[in-house]
């Protein structure tokens, strides 16, 4: 009875928003489940033949008109991107349970999907009145998406021409352990902040705006940047991509270095020797990155 009770608490706190991109997602990941449905195996996506792409697509059409049909326009907007990335992760799925070459690439896909998705759920429970559609960071930046580009790109041609580069399994294992890590160490920092997060930096301290230093934020200055920095290598050791490998290392951790300059501007201004004795005992947790050099 208790635990009904909680998950009852938990559902309500999610909101219209949070909800409806919860069940829409569910739907989206529920194309996993066509091989049982059509009896097939579940290397569904790699199989020839139209037979299991034809029913991907008569998926896809079902669900959208469905989501039409439930939600009003404002919901609908939610509803599309969270069933898009469900979809994603079910694919993903159906991939990674088969023996085909793009068994790994299916590990990668289950990844990225789960990551952005769980960054709109997971505002949508800590700060819904910074929850927008941007909470999935689908739209994060023109680099951020030229670089998921050319991951892809880089696995697709090596795939072709070294094909044996994409079986080793250890090394795609490293990498999704990496994955795992990341994203975790990134969601537990967004949750022990609470209200406190947001995607953007804020310029203004709200009243409610505290300085947190407990749990992961004992750890690192800014544990949901070091999070995200190594799932995104992560995801490029999962794919066994070289040169995206050293790209993307380069190119987070330039990112990072001038975004937490950026922060800790604003931080300072607002906590003063308070967050200056905070920097001084905690590191940053990426490497060769200490942050804004500046004293009261």
Known sequence: CSGAQAAGRWWRRLGREGRASLCSFLLGASVAALPLLLGSSPSLLAAPGLRGRLALALHVAGVNAALLLIYPRPLYKIAVRACFLGFAFGCGLLLSAGRSAWRH??????????????????????????????????????????????????????????????????????????????????????????????????????DTHTLVTSGVYG?????????????????????????????????????????????????????GEEYLEYKRKVPSGLPFIKGVKLEL
């Open 219 to 271: 750890w690192f200055r800014h544990p949901s940047y070091v999070g995200w920095f190594y799932w995104s290598i992560g995801t490029q050791v999962l794919l066994c991509n070289p040169i995206c490998v050293v790209g993307y290392a380069l190119a987070s951790w330039r990112f990072f270095r001038e975004r937490i300059e950026e922060e800790e501007i604003t931080l300072i201004h607002f906590f």
């Open 105 to 206: 690439f299916g590990w990668y896909m289950c990844s990225l999907s789960l990551f952005h998705y769980s960054e709109y759920l997971v505002t949508a429970i800590n700060n819904p009145r910074s929850l927008s559609l941007d909470s999935f960071l689908l739209n994060h930046s023109f680099e951020y998406n030229l670089a998921a580009l050319s991951s892809w790109v880089e696995f697709t041609l090596e795939k072709l021409f070294f094909p044996e580069l994409k079986q080793i399994t250890w090394l795609s294992t490293v990498g999704l352990l990496m994955v795992i890590f990341g994203d975790c160490l990134r969601k537990a920092a967004m949750l022990t902040a609470g209200s406190n997060f947001n995607h953007i930096v804020q310029n203004e301290k709200s």
